[in-house]
């Protein structure tokens, strides 16, 4: 008999995104499955069905072979990569977990496991984010107990093998047609069971602490950038390796300067004299003040370069530069004798040919406009 369409046996379309394919082969498997449909062929075959279509369908290079050459595609005895089962079945078997309970096979055979990773935001000036500096962190975390050296149990004794489970951690749970490994509820899946545990860490191997550490911060970094610490995160349970830390940085708000990756930028207010008649103006660095020209006729929003007082990226690389840029400032509280002087400065600019770049074009656009009302 033909292979029924993998798509039409889980009742989706050819577009189905991977959590609605999930979803899709859940609701068929639960509906089919042996435990629910005992003494079933019809359901059983339809349960093998559906399971083989998710582990084609599942598979990104499988599925690709399969919406372009068929059953050919994937069927060993047509030249296709076949059902096998492999890795798509832990999928499958993760996925009932909630009906069959935990299947293992997270944990080693020694219980051992892994701490986890932990996170520590570090906020830095610009300054120091920029020249680096050596500080000093305090981290709460896991640590390895010193009373029974991580084992959990107390001195003295030693954890035993667990009988239930013979050691492995796993038991074999009969489910239909076909068994699956679940973790082992007397010992959790350790192997170990500890009837005299560690009266400091009641068993687990670790206790709570503040860790003070150094950590060297390179220069150049940036917010977002993480500096790993390899081992240096909560300790494992059972005597099972630390995670690492990760410091991640935070550079705080400048009050002149603005970053953009190796480049920094500033705003430089500078008089109306000045900027009409050019001058030569200090301006700020992180290494110390600069000379900066400024030449006559000067226009607001003008940006100046000064090359290599950027900063010098982390990865490598030439140091940026400095952007300044020029705002021109509008004098307020004026006296009698600087009104009269504005307004005499006034009268020569207004209607002369010595007016700005931007207001003679801004003027020609104005009088094109009603120019072209009279046509």
Not at 202 to 209: I, K, L, P, S
Not at 360 to 375: A, C, D, P
Request: proline fraction near 5%.
């Amino acid at each position: 008999m033909a292979k029924r369409d993998y798509y039409e046996v889980l009742g989706v379309e050819r577009t189905v995104t991977e959590v609605e394919l999930k979803k899709a082969y859940r609701r068929v498997a639960m509906k089919y499955h042996p435990d629910r449909n005992p003494d079933n062929k019809e359901a059983e075959e339809k349960f093998k069905e559906a399971n083989e279509a998710y582990e084609i369908l599942s598979d990104n290079q499988k599925r690709s072979a399969y919406d372009q050459y068929g059953h050919a595609g994937v069927d060993p005895q047509m030249g296709g990569g076949g059902f096998g089962g492999g890795a798509g079945f832990s999928d499958i078997f993760d996925m009932f977990g909630d009906i069959f309970g935990d299947t293992g096979g997270r944990r080693g055979r020694s219980g051992a496991q892994r701490g986890h990773d932990l996170r520590y935001t570090l906020d830095l000036t610009l300054e120091e984010a920029v020249k680096g500096k050596e500080v000093t962190i305090k981290v709460p975390t896991y640590v390895g107990c010193k009373t029974c050296n991580g084992s959990g149990a107390k001195a003295g004794s030693t954890p035993e093998t667990c009988k239930t489970c013979g050691g492995h951690g796993q038991v074999r749970m009969q489910a239909g047609f076909f068994s699956v490994q679940q973790a082992c509820p007397d010992c959790h899946g350790s192997g170990k069971v500890i009837k005299d545990p560690c009266p400091d860490c009641h068993g687990e191997g670790r206790v709570q602490e503040t860790k003070t550490l150094s950590v060297k911060v390179p220069e150049g970094v940036d917010t977002g950038d993480k500096i790993r610490l390899s081992g240096e995160g909560e300790a494992g349970s059972m005597g099972g390796p630390a995670g690492d830390l990760y410091v991640v940085i935070n550079v705080k708000k400048h009050s002149i300067f603005q970053r953009d990756g190796r480049d920094l930028y500033c705003e430089v207010p500078i008089s109306f004299p000045d900027a009409a008649l050019g001058a030569e103006l200090e301006v700020p660095t992180l290494d110390g003040r600069v000379k900066l020209k400024i030449p006559e006729g000067t226009q607001t929003g003008k940006i100046f370069r000064l090359r290599g007082k950027g900063i010098k990226p982390v990865r490598g690389g030439s140091v940026g530069d400095l952007l300044c840029k020029v705002i021109i400032e509008t004098p307020v509280k004026l006296d009698k004798e600087q009104r009269e002087l504005l307004e005499k400065l006034r009268e020569t600019i207004d209607g002369s040919a010595h007016q700005t770049p931007q207001a003679t074009g801004w003027f020609e656009s104005v009088k094109s406009f009603f120019e072209s009302f009279k046509s």
